[in-house]
């Protein structure tokens, strides 16, 4: 039950440390394989890739953390801390990795 309380403070930032790792570490390997200089419909194979990567980290976080998460024990003062959290972590993936809608990814 503990684990869960703090689950639902800590997981939403981890789960933000993790969507960094992947999503640059994708920025890096398709930079090095040269996905940038292959189109695909008029958009480089990374662009694009790095966009389905942050519509599905958002789309996660949104799935897991926005509803109303329920924290069974201590309820009454966790529950709006873990919501607070969650907002922020979904804030910040949101506001870091929307760059790579329009800035230069190599």
Do not use: N
Request: hydrophobic fraction near 60%; include cysteine.
């Amino acid at each position: 039950m503990r684990y869960r309380i703090l689950f639902a403070l800590a997981g939403p930032l981890i789960l933000w440390a993790g969507y960094f790792s992947a999503i640059y570490g994708l920025q890096a390997v398709g930079c090095r394989a040269g996905w940038d200089a292959m189109m695909l419909g008029g958009i480089s194979l990374l662009r694009l890739t790095t966009i389905v990567a942050f519509v599905v980290a958002v789309s996660v976080s949104a799935l897991l953390y926005l509803p109303h998460r329920k924290v069974e024990s201590g309820g009454e003062t966790i529950l709006p801390i873990a919501r607070y959290v969650a907002l922020a972590g979904l804030a910040s993936t949101i506001l870091v990795f929307a760059g790579v809608f329009w800035l230069q990814l190599c």
